[in-house]
Each structure stands twice: as structure tokens, then as C-alpha cells.
């Protein structure tokens, strides 16, 4: 178990500063998820707390001391990579024990390590077999047991589960949430996939182009996002928006005039806000109720549906230049072509500044 801090770390290859200054604390035994889009520095981070690239400034410690200048084999962690990283020459039990020999560690405790981390990761009949012989979910179970027999303060991983399809993806994500919740290690996690950072962290950090846009418990995002990035990254379909300007304000909600349709309202603090500002109405795709045209905060017309089965999916054109997306539960009669009206709830709708993305923030329920 260990604790892990970033403070205000920064990373430049030659003149390009690609990280701009990173806070974040990490608590003993907590399942943190790096999320961003391709580029953000999200593999960076994790390599600098890894040891395997150095810190241009800041400071990163872990259970409170400094480790900037300590080798990568000091640092006691380890890390697990997308691309396996497995020896193809050698054994499953030689991939696990390698890196204890030359450890020096006594053969009784390999061993046992061994033995163990097989037990867990239910690769024991694989033992023998070498790298090449194995599917792609079974490597990458062995190059989590090779970080497991290291018995590793912090579990680094970097897009463990990219290379697997859907299917075991899925099973994938649920085993290492099921290794965390019985070695209970604090594990950092690196992953493009939003949906594997709402499933699996106990906090994430949404990271873009080199910044922690926020840093909380997946539903705390999903429900209150800081700002536009956050909101439209976190979230399948993503949230909606609207361009509109700000037509009133009250001490606890703001009401918007988008451009087309009745005001709309938002429950949040005016901070920040004045009247006339050009804002995003923003909604999620499921916080919305369908309604005949006229009753509506405004119209759409549907030009697509799909039909799921247990759940069914509305896109809609509102003008020539604004869709969207509308989530239903179950199967629905609503066809191509229909006119429908749409009405948002203030308790699930945000507003973000054009200029600066900010969110109008949302009362803690
Ligand atoms: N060795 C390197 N030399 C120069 N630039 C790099 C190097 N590694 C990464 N970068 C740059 O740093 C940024 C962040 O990259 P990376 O951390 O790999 O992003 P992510 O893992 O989020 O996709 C990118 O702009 C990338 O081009
Ligand atoms: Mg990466």
C-alpha cells in the first residue's frame, strides 16, 4: 500500500513542453484512472512516476518522500503495457520468475510467489507454454502476474486492454477490478476509453493536452463536469450542446434563450455569469422527456433511429447546424421523419461559458 503525489509537475522533450502542470494526490489502495483523448500526455505521466522518463519540474513522492532522482527499479512499482512485453523465448513461469531472479530473491520464495500469482490469475495450466502459444486475453494475464510476484507498492498500467477485442475487453476489465478489490494495491490506470474509467476507478483524472481538467469519483464528473471538455469526454453518447445566450438570472438558476424554442433553465450558480452572455445549453442524452411538438422547450426532427431492443436511440436535427442525440429506455413507436418535441429538467441541464468553457456550477444534491 502506498500513497502517491504529483506536485505541479512538469514534462518537456527539448523545447516542447508537452505536461503543464500536474497536482494530484493519491490515497493508500486507490484504483486512480489517467483519461484522455490520444496525445494528452497520459502515457508521459505515468512513464515519469514509472522512472522511465525523468521530471523537467515538480516534485513526485510517494508515501511522502521525494522520488525524482530514484531509479525506475527502486521506486517499487510496476508497470503493465499494452504491448504485453512478454519474453517469447521463455516459458509463462519464467516470464513470472525472470525478473525475481535477477532480484537474487531466494527459489522457495519465487516459488511461491509464483504459484500464487498463477493461482489468482487462473493461468496455472499455462505454466509450461511459451508466449506464442497463449490468446491475447491469457499474455496479458501473465504480464499482470509479472507485475504481481514483484509485489509492487503502486500498479502502473498503461492501456492494458487495448489490444483485446470487445468481448474480453469486458472480462478483462472486471478481473483487474476483482485483482484490486483482493490485493487492494493502489493501482494507476491509463486509458482512452471513458467507459473503462467509469467502471473501474475509484477516482479519475481527465486529462487534455497536458492538463488535469478534474479529478474526482466517476459519478461526481459524470454529474457535475467542470467545464465543456469534461462534459462532452465523459459520457457515452456524449452530452449535448446548444449555443445560446444567458436571458435571466436567479440566485440559484440561470434561464437561457437558445435559438429556437422556449427559454430553457439551468439550476446553477450565476457566478461568473451576466446577462447576454453567449453560453452552451448543455443536456445529456437520457435526461430529457419526449413530448408532442407544441409542449416542447423546442422542436426536432428525427432522422434516425435505433432500435436496441432494451434500449433505443433518437438523432435529431433541430436546425441545419444543431443534432441531437436522445437515449430511451426500452423500444419506442417514434419513426424517421416524426416531429417531436423535447423538454430538458433545470436539475440535469448545464451551461458553460462560450468563451472559457467554465461550468455554471451545479448545487451538491
Ligand atoms: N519521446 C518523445 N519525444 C518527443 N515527444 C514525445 C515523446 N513521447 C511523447 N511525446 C509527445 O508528448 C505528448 C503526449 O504523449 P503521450 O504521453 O504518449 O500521450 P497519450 O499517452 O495520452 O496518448 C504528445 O504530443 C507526444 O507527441
Ligand atoms: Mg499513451
Redesign the pocket.
Known amino acids: 500500500m502506498a500513497t502517491l503525489e504529483l506536485l505541479d509537475v512538469y514534462k518537456s522533450y527539448g523545447d516542447v513542453e508537452v505536461i503543464h502542470g500536474i497536482d494530484m494526490s493519491v490515497d493508500h489502495g486507490e484504483f486512480v484512472v489517467f483519461v484522455g483523448p490520444s496525445g494528452c500526455g497520459?502515457?508521459t505521466l505515468l512513464r515519469m512516476i514509472a522512472g522511465l522518463e525523468n521530471i523537467t519540474g515538480g516534485e513526485i513522492r510517494i508515501d511522502g518522500d521525494r522520488i525524482n532522482e530514484i531509479p525506475a527499479a527502486q521506486r517499487g512499482l510496476a508497470m503493465v503495457f499494452q504491448s504485453y512485453a512478454l519474453y517469447p523465448h521463455m516459458s509463462v513461469q519464467q516470464n513470472l520468475s525472470f525478473g525475481l531472479e535477477n532480484l537474487r530473491m531466494p527459489k522457495d520464495e519465487i516459488k511461491q510467489r509464483v504459484s500464487r500469482a498463477a493461482r489468482m490469475l487462473q493461468i496455472e495450466q499455462l505454466l509450461e507454454r511459451r508466449p506464442g502459444a497463449l490468446s491475447g486475453g491469457q499474455r496479458q494475464r501473465v504480464a499482470i502476474g509479472r507485475a504481481v510476484v514483484r509485489e509492487p507498492k503502486i500498479f502502473l498500467f498503461?492501456?492494458p486492454l487495448s489490444n483485446l477485442d470487445a468481448e474480453l475487453r469486458v472480462k478483462m476489465r472486471v478481473e483487474i477490478a476483482s485483482l484490486h478489490q483482493r490485493i487492494s494495491n493502489t493501482m494507476i490506470y491509463?486509458t482512452h476509453d471513458q467507459i473503462e474509467a467509469m467502471t473501474m476507478a475509484d477516482k479519475i483524472a481527465v486529462l487534455n493536452d497536458g492538463r488535469m481538467e478534474q479529478f474526482g469519483r466517476p459519478l461526481d464528473i459524470y454529474n457535475r463536469p467542470v467545464n465543456r471538455f469534461v462534459a462532452g469526454f465523459i459520457g457515452s453518447p456524449r452530452m449535448n450542446f446548444l449555443p445560446g445566450v444567458i436571458k435571466e438570472i436567479q440566485p440559484d438558476h440561470l434561464v437561457i434563450q437558445l435559438k429556437e424554442g422556449q427559454p430553457v433553465s439551468v439550476s446553477a450558480s450565476p457566478d461568473g455569469f451576466q446577462i447576454g452572455d453567449k453560453v452552451d445549453f448543455g443536456f445529456r442524452p437520457e435526461h430529457i422527456s419526449i413530448t408532442s411538438p407544441e409542449n416542447g422547450d423546442f422542436k426536432a426532427s428525427v432522422t434516425a433511429v435505433e432500435q436496441l431492443g432494451g434500449e433505443s436511440y433518437l438523432y435529431c436535427n433541430l436546425s441545419e447546424s444543431e443534432q441531437v442525440t436522445i437515449h430511451m429506455q426500452g423500444q419506442t413507436e417514434i419513426s424517421r421523419n416524426d416531429t417531436i418535441g423535447i423538454k430538458t429538467d433545470e436539475k440535469q441541464t448545464h451551461v458553460f461559458h462560450s468563451k472559457t468553457g467554465l461550468a455554471g456550477l451545479k448545487s451538491q444534491e
Open positions: 497520459k502515457s498503461d492501456e491509463v
